[in-house]
């Protein structure tokens, strides 16, 4: 039996990293292996292959370098690609995560070659149509047969789509890569010193927050990213800001960097576990950093006006505040943070079975059952 992964973005690595750690596992001894595509719609060092050293991610079997382009391009690119791969390699099973262009066109390629399709993050709806992640979003769900929701709300969501079958809750596999990054950004902490984290920073716990914006409706809207960096302008009078920047970002405020924000290269996963668990707060356009903030119990500020993560906004932990300037310096001076947290997302929970572990658990047994 043989899985293909399609993965091509920052979040993508990561979540892949303990999946394919438990395919790799299960495979021992058995006729199941995995073959691990990279689109390379992420290309930079500190977008790609800082993940692979760092999480120990094998090396991709294909790496396609498809690299930027406007969306139906670089879609079309992908799927092109892809599907040549599996017309080669013929999988028992098309694996993809989450909402990017590389989901949406590793989904499309083996949809259009009836190849099954697991979508892991599957359910997840902001229900803003303007964001291309939910189109991508939409558009997988409908064409996979295996989906992996990280929560109750999210399979229904999928109900209300007509969506019933092959859904399972699972919990979310970034909880695993997490803990996993702690405990790694613990231990470099003590063997790199001053080059790592908050010592590399001149950072101390508690002392700073933390900020990251890449999201296409903030970068491309001049006004609503003027008016966040204003908001992280007055709030860096409290504490400073540490913003380490998207690419896609870069270009966008090259012009003008408001002093009082320390804009940083994007850093590798452990450092960014280091640097979120010391924030005293996280603002955040990105969906994987509101779920981190809440397993580590830091304040998160969505500079969004919709979430999909909406259980971290209903527990208390995460304020949506747009990108308003007001509504963002008043969420972060008036957060009053929660006396509870529950488990969510599988993270907190007193078993120690994983997301991950569940995954391939299903994956391996509804590919045996359908493929001998
Ligand atoms: C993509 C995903 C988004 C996800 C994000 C994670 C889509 C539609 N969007 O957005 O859902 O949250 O990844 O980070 O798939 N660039 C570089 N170097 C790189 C990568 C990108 O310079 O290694 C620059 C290029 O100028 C590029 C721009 O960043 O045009 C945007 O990259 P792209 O992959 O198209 O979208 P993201 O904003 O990264
Ligand atoms: N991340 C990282 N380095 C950075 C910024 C983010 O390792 O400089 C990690 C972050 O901890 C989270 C993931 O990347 O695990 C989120 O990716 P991103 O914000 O790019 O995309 P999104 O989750 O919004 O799709």
């Known amino acids: ?61 294909y790496d396609l370098g498809i690299g930027s382009a406007p969306h139906g ?74 989906l992996f929701c990280p929560s109750p709300a999210a399979a229904s969501n999928l109900r209300k789509e007509g969506i019933r079958e092959g859904v399972y809750v699972v919990g979310d596999v970034m909880v695993e890569a997490l803990t996993e990054a702690v405990i790694q950004a613990k231990k470099r902490e003590t063997t790199r010193g001053s080059e790592f984290g908050l010592a590399r920073l001149g950072l101390e716990d508690g002392g700073y927050f933390l900020a990251t914006v890449h999201r296409a409706e903030n970068t491309d809207d001049p006004a609503r990213l003027q008016n966040i960096l204003a908001a992280l302008k007055t709030i860096s009078r ?81 304020v949506l505040a747009g990108a308003d300037r007001t509504q963002i310096v008043r969420a972060v001076r008036n957060f009053k943070r929660p006396r509870k947290s529950a488990p969510l997302y599988g993270g907190g929970s007193k078993t120690r079975t994983t997301a991950a572990s569940r995954i391939v658990k299903t994956l391996l047994g509804t590919c045996q059952s359908t493929h001998k």
């Not at 006729?31 to 991709?60: C, K, R, W």
């Open 1 to 61: 039996m043989k899985i293909a992964t399609i993965v091509g973005a920052r979040p993508q690595f990561i979540k892949a990293a303990p999946v394919s750690r438990a395919i790799r596992a299960a495979a021992a001894g058995r006729n199941i292996s995995e073959i691990l595509v990279h689109t390379g719609q992420h290309y930079d060092d500190n977008m790609s292959a800082v993940f692979f050293e760092e999480l120990g991610i094998a090396a991709p079997d």
């Open 73 to 146: 391009v670089q879609t079309g690119a992908m799927l092109a690609a892809i599907e040549r791969i599996l017309e080669r390699e013929r999988p028992d099973e098309v694996l993809v995560y989450g909402d990017t262009n590389s989901t949406l066109a590793g989904a499309l390629a083996a949809a259009k070659l009836s190849i099954p399709i697991a979508h892991v993050e599957a359910g997840l709806r902001s229900y803003d149509r303007r964001m291309p992640e939910e189109i991508n979003r939409v558009v997988t769900d409908h064409l996979a047969s295996l």
């Open 238 to 318: 409290d504490r400073p800001v540490v913003f380490p920047v998207h690419p896609r970002t870069r270009k966008m405020i090259a012009a003008e960097r408001p002093a009082g924000i320390r804009f940083i290269d994007p850093v590798g996963h452990l450092e960014m576990a280091r640097l979120e668990s010391g924030a005293a707060m996280i603002l955040t356009d990105s969906g994987g950093m509101q779920k981190e903030a809440y397993w580590l119990k830091v304040p998160c500020v969505t500079l969004r006006d919709r979430t999909e993560w909406v259980e971290t906004v209903a527990a208390g932990w995460n």
